[in-house]
């Protein structure tokens, strides 16, 4: 039985993409992404699964920007959840949940429901929390106080709360990306009625001073007909103007055009990791419930 560390505590979104992968393995919560994937460095745990993109607020930086410079692990697997915020209140509060004071949440979730708090609680103060699970959590231990938290229909359950208004996010289509971490690369099955396809994901560092850089590195790409699903920039953390590049492929690592693109951009004196060449999976909303 492998142990899977996610983004807690329990009722977390990060518990059901993790769920969905590794249905009969064995789940230990972390109050931190940091803490999640320092646990796979160390060996606690065989993978980690944290967010890493938003279909709302875009990418999750914290991710992203500790896979690079402080955890060098491997993106082993994707999986992408659909999203339905909902703001919980103990049942103390259910009948005055319009004159909540507070309301607790991770930052993204609390950016995704922006317009419905400012038609319904305009007036409320936010504290933002590692995670919706922990926000539901607290909302729990304080029964008494005007309080509510944003979260899903599994911390409700978790924390024994009441769903005071259900789907309060802005946008139907919100999805947030799930990234499967281990110190090494392996290969998850493909048999799960959840995948969804290949990505393979590389880290493109251009050389200074080099004009037209960013185009030379298209252009592998794209002469070869290779669809890439994402590319974004993040700062090297070395000084102004010093960026590197994550970019997705859409398609599993092979033994011809993704290294003919590797050694095409080492060439120009790009310098080139892979971050991962990996399944992806993806569950499906019906009916108003997530299907795992």
Partial sequence: ???????????????????????????????????????????????????????????????????????????????????????????????NWTKIEKVYSHPQAIAQSHQFLRSYLPNAEFEYTNSTG????????????????????????QYGLTIAQSEIHDYENNHTRFVILKKDNICLTEQSPLFNGDKTTLMVTLPADYPGALHHVLSAFAWRKLNLSKIESRPMKTGLGNYFFVIDVAMKMDEVLIPGVIAELEALKCQVTLLGSYPCFSLAKKNNEVKV
């Fill in 1 to 95: 039985m492998k142990k899977i560390a996610y983004l807690g505590p329990k009722g977390t979104f990060t518990e059901v993409a993790a769920k969905a992968v590794f249905p009969n393995d064995e789940f230990i919560s972390f109050p931190s992404i940091p803490d999640c994937m320092d646990s796979v460095s160390i060996g606690d745990v065989d993978f980690a699964v944290v967010p890493i993109e938003n279909a709302i607020e875009g990418s999750v930086n914290l991710t992203l920007d500790y896979l690079i410079h402080n955890q060098k692990l491997m993106i082993n697997g994707e999986i992408t959840v659909p999203i339905e915020q909902q703001l919980l209140v103990h049942e103390n509060q259910l009948e």
């Fill in 134 to 157: 922990s926000a539901a959590q607290h909302v729990a231990n304080h029964p008494d106080e005007r309080i509510a938290a944003i979260g899903n229909s599994l911390a409700a359950e």
